[in-house]
Structure formats: structure tokens, C-alpha cells
């Protein structure tokens, strides 16, 4: 896959981000798009009256509703630089992330964007989705380039540093 293939979403905004990153999946159109289909669905059922429609239509509405609670768990997540630490969390939960305590970056394909693993030196893994924050890999790759300089990268992490960095997003 060519470098010019991925869609990052922080690809317009070049500035130094500061604070907690905004999340940018949008949960509740997901959930009004599964929402609707599931109401078209029952409808259809109740319209025609076939033998058990009415448990199909419980499965249906768990469906959806269980759909909606992934992607508003999705949209929870974030990141917050602060100095040499990285705190990684999801909704009021999270995780701080020394610099120094980074041993590695592994690159993960994520659809169409690209997310990162951090491997900390007590064999942790931390998983950033990144391509669901505003800024999110420029970002990262800044905070790791000031704060955890000695992390070793994979070939996906380094192709897409060299992307950020043609694209201007890194010094």
C-alpha cells in the first residue's frame, strides 16, 4: 500500500497540540444510521406479521443497542500529553505513560489510518488510536521524538513518521 493511501486526519492541522486530544469518531451518527435501519427492519416485520417477529425484533433492538454501546465506548477514548509522561485513557479512566518507560512502537493498520502500540519496559502494551484523535499521530510522533527518544520503532511506525514528516506535520 502506497504511503499516499492513508488517511490520516490531523493531515491539516500542523500546530503543537496541547491538553486532551478531541476524539473525532462520531458515535451518535452511527448510532441514529443503526437506529433507523433497525426500526425499518421491525417495521417490516410487524407489517407483515410473520411467526416470531416480535422475538426478532428484541434481537434486533439488543443488536442496535449493543452497536451503540461499542461506538460510544470507541468514542471514549483519548490521549493528553503532559511534559514526559503520556496519559492514555478511556472515558474518566487512564494510564500514564512514562517517556523513559518506552521500549518500543509497533505500527497498527487500522481500516484506512494507522493506530500504534507502545511496549513500556514492565511488558505492558499500549494500544493509541491515534487515527481517531484530532492531531493524534503528529502528536504521538512528537512526544515520542521529545520524550522517549530511545523507543525503537517497526517499518510501519518509521514509513509513517517519514509521511508526517514530508507532510509537514513534524520538525
Not at 492514555?88 to 505513560?97: H, K, Q, T
Request: proline content about 4%; charged content about 25%; overall charge neutral.
Amino acid at each position: 500500500m502506497a504511503d499516499e493511501d492513508f488517511d490520516l486526519p490531523d493531515a491539516e492541522a500542523s500546530e503543537q497540540t496541547e491538553g486532551r486530544l478531541e476524539n473525532t469518531f462520531d458515535w451518535a451518527k452511527h448510532c441514529a444510521i443503526a437506529g433507523a435501519l433497525g426500526v425499518i427492519i421491525v417495521g417490516l416485520l410487524a407489517n407483515q406479521r410473520t411467526n416470531g417477529w416480535v422475538e426478532a425484533a428484541v434481537v434486533i433492538a439488543v443488536l442496535v443497542a449493543g452497536y451503540c454501546l461499542w461506538a460510544w465506548r470507541r468514542a471514549q477514548q483519548w490521549i493528553e500529553p503532559r511534559g514526559d509522561t503520556l496519559r492514555v485513557g478511556r472515558g474518566p479512566a487512564y494510564v500514564d505513560i512514562a517517556g523513559a518507560d518506552v521500549d518500543q512502537v509497533r505500527y497498527v493498520m487500522n481500516r484506512h489510518s494507522p493506530d500504534f502500540t507502545l511496549l513500556v519496559k514492565d511488558g505492558r502494551k499500549h494500544t493509541i488510536r491515534t487515527s481517531h484523535l484530532r492531531t493524534g499521530h503528529s502528536t504521538l510522533f512528537r512526544w515520542l521524538r521529545a520524550s522517549a527518544p530511545q523507543a525503537t520503532f517497526d517499518k510501519g511506525t518509521l514509513r509513517i513518521e517519514k509521511m508526517l514528516e514530508s507532510r509537514g506535520l513534524l520538525p
